[in-house]
T-cell receptor, first 111, second 115 residues
Framework: AQSVSQHNHHVILSEAASLELGCNYS??????LFWYVQYPGQHLQLLLK??????LVKGIKGFEAEFIKSKFSFNLRKPSVQWSDTAEYFC?????????FGAGTTVTVRA | DGGITQSPKYLFRKEGQNVTLSCEQN?????MYWYRQDPGQGLRLIYY???????QKGDIAEGYSVSREKKESFPLTVTSAQKNPTAFYLC??????????????FGEGSRLTVL
């Protein structure tokens, strides 16, 4: 079955620390990959996406993600986090009309 | 403003009662989706609809029903057959040609509590 797994349930960081959230998928064939973010009290929104081409994808707010096909991974990174990055982050994958989400990682950034 | 409106935001229900959650969008999107969000489990797809008068079951459709009589509306009924209905429900939409691109637009969600 197609699935998406996220390595960390809850990450706690200090401001200016670097962030890396792991994501692995089990889809076969061509896959589209995404990271969504849900800030406290706000809608779930798209952070970045990968369809094809350069495996290093830049998103909003300084986030980037790297697609490594051999590892079935799509890890999210940010070199220096801010307090405003406190949110829940969801990795997602799609290969047709359905989008499957990981369980989510709660990121808490301490000022 | 264009967007997705879900109502009610909070809902309490007694066991054995059906309840319907509303989802309306004015984005002119063809596809609409219902997800259920539980702590530690992420979002799981309940039902989706790619076009008016058509819908398909997602991963956890048992105990739920939907209808898609209008393009802008995709209500979800949580029936008494749903064994664990207390959850946060999210409605989403996308343009048809973006069905496999994952660019979904989400509503604010409805929190259902069964007493």
């Amino acid at each position: 079955a197609q699935s998406v797994s996220q390595h960390n349930h809850h990450v706690i960081l200090s401001e200016a620390a670097s962030l890396e959230l792991g994501c692995n998928y089990s889809y076969g064939g061509t896959v589209n990959l995404f990271w969504y973010v849900q800030y406290p009290g706000q809608h779930l929104q798209l952070l970045l996406k990968y369809f094809s081409g350069d495996p290093l994808v830049k998103g909003i707010k300084g986030f980037e993600a790297e697609f490594i096909k051999s590892k079935f991974s799509f890890n999210l990174r940010k070199p220096s986090v801010q307090w405003s990055d406190t949110a829940e982050y969801f990795c997602a994958a799609s290969n047709d009309y359905k989008l499957s989400f990981g369980a989510g990682t709660t990121v808490t950034v301490r000022a | 403003d264009g967007g997705i409106t879900q109502s009610p935001k909070y809902l309490f229900r007694k066991e054995g009662q059906n309840v319907t959650l509303s989802c309306e969008q004015n984005l002119n999107h063809d596809a609409m989706y219902w997800y259920r969000q539980d702590p530690g489990q992420g979002l799981r797809l309940i039902y989706y609809s790619q076009i008016v008068n058509d819908f398909q079951k997602g991963d956890i459709a048992e105990g739920y029903s939907v209808s898609r009589e209008k393009k802008e509306s995709f209500p979800l009924t949580v029936t008494s057959a749903q064994k664990n209905p207390t959850a946060f429900y999210l409605c989403a939409s996308s343009i048809k040609r973006a069905l496999n691109t994952g660019e979904l637009f989400f509503g604010e969600g409805s929190r259902l509590t069964v007493l």
